[in-house]
């Protein structure tokens, strides 16, 4: 499984970006793909994620409200759309995948895309 993570930038404070995870290599019906971010200095946390199958959903506290994650089956993308932004979301965010039902666990991920910088100015 590959994925490929794009559509970061810079954006100011309230506005909106739409991450876009492609993902290739498998039939995915059964996986559930996960967005996380890494903030310098911190942790690496769980921001969203989204079952494949059936489009169940899942969102960290933070974002609840914010983000939205959904999948386009036709073309094996996973998007997560991010209104409303704050400087507190600037961080790398990665995308996931996964077998089974949606994780916030990041130990529970067997594939990972590369990042992509989202940077919210104040």
């Known amino acids: 499984v590959q994925l490929q993570a794009s559509g970061g930038g810079l954006v100011q404070a309230g506005g909106s970006l739409r991450l876009s995870c492609a993902v290739s290599?498998?039939?995915?019906?059964?996986?559930?793909v996960g967005w996380f971010r890494q903030a310098p200095g911190k942790e690496r946390e769980f921001v969203a994620a989204?079952?494949?199958?059936?489009?169940?959903?899942s969102y960290a506290d933070p974002v609840k409200g914010r983000f939205t994650s959904s999948r386009d089956n036709a073309k094996n993308i996973v998007n997560l759309q991010m209104n409303g932004l704050k400087p507190e979301d600037t961080a790398v965010y990665y995308c996931?995948?996964?077998?089974?039902?949606?994780?916030?666990?990041?130990?529970?991920?067997?594939?990972w895309g590369q990042g992509t910088q989202v940077t919210v100015s104040s």
């Open positions: 996931a995948a996964r077998r089974g039902v949606i994780s916030s666990t990041m130990g529970d991920y067997d594939y």
């Open positions: 290599g498998r039939t995915f019906s059964t996986y559930a």
């Open positions: 989204v079952r494949w199958s059936g489009g169940t959903t």
